[in-house]
Each structure stands twice: as C-alpha cells, then as structure tokens.
C-alpha cells in the first residue's frame, strides 16, 4: 500500500480497504517497477485492482510532474462478454473520483459518443480488442492513441486461445509502432495451465512476470 499515490490510499481507506488481497500483494510492486506483467487468479481475488491501483498511481505521478500529453494514456482491453455493468461502475468511479476521464468504446457506442471521443479523448479508453483494430483505422482517435503509457489486457487466457488473440496481437504490434514505443502490458488471466506461453502471447520477447496466485 506505501507504493500507490497517496489519492489511491485514501479513497482505499474511504472503502474500508484497509489489506490488500494476495494477487494485489504480489503485483503491485512488479508493476510499480515498470514490468509487464500477467496476474494469473480466480474470479474475485481482485485481479481488477491489482492492475487498475498502481497504473492510475503510476498515471497520478507523471500527471503532476507534466510528462502527460493530450489524448488516451491508459488502454483497458477486455472482450465483450466480459465487458459488464459491475466493471465499468468500478473503473468509473476509480476515474472519477481522481479526476480522469474514463469512457468506453465499442460497437455499439452512438455515433454522438464516438465523434465526442475523437474531438475529446478520455484518458482512459476501455474496448474490445476488435473495435481498438477499427480505431487504428480512424485519422483522429490513431493520433490519440499515440500517448497511450499503460494497457490492461482482461480475460487474457480467453484471447490467447483463439483467432481473436491473433487479431489483438497484431493490432498491439501495430499500436506500438505508432507509438514509436512499447507501452507498459498487465495481462489478467484465470487459472490456466500455460501461463509461460500466455505470458509469451501478452508482451512477446520482451516477456512478462507471472504473478500466479492460482487456487
């Protein structure tokens, strides 16, 4: 907990978050150092915060030392199942509370919404792997998407399976040389029987520290 911003641990003691949980414990720090990282755990071991807690840290900081410029800094990616009304309330309120914009982008968004995004960008974009391919084809959100820092990846295990995990891979190789850089990757995964391979699948040569708090 000495890690995070000091906003992050008191909006925690405001919840009455007074521990953190196992996963949390362990991948903080990982994250914290500027690791790629994949956090393998059950369903409800707060896989969520352990990623979302030290990146808006990490966004705070940089934020009031000026290194941020305009556009999408964080890039939260999860499929579509998994893109439900309990995590955008959660990553919401994270935003809200410390004062960064957090919208949400897929292919269901209002063309109201989507043109507000490309005058505007949040500095938080949550979507779905296939609709981030379809942004990197549009003029105004590809230039925004050029200060993304940090990318949480949701439901790793779930992509790295199939053709949609292709698809992601390539946009990512794509995403980073826009970027000219390579942003700071947190997988988060359920238990699995290959994590050395989904590690592989997330950041590729550059590889990933496995947080495995499997039960």
Known sequence: MSLLHPLIKELLERR????????QRRAIPL?????????????GSGKTEAAILPVLSMFLRARERGELGPGINILYITPLRALNRDLLDRLSWWGGELGIEVAVRHGDTDANERSRQSRRPPQMLITTPETLQLILTGRRLREHVKSVRWIIIDEVHELAEDKRGVQL???????????????QLIGLSATIGSPREVARFLAGEAGAEGVDVSM
């Open 169 to 183: 891979s390539l946009t990512l190789e794509i995403l980073k040389w826009l970027i000219g850089a390579s942003p």
């Open 16 to 23: 009455g978050m007074t521990s953190l949980t196992e996963p």
């Open 31 to 43: 994250i914290m150092e500027g690791r790629n990282v994949l956090i393998i755990s059950p369903t």
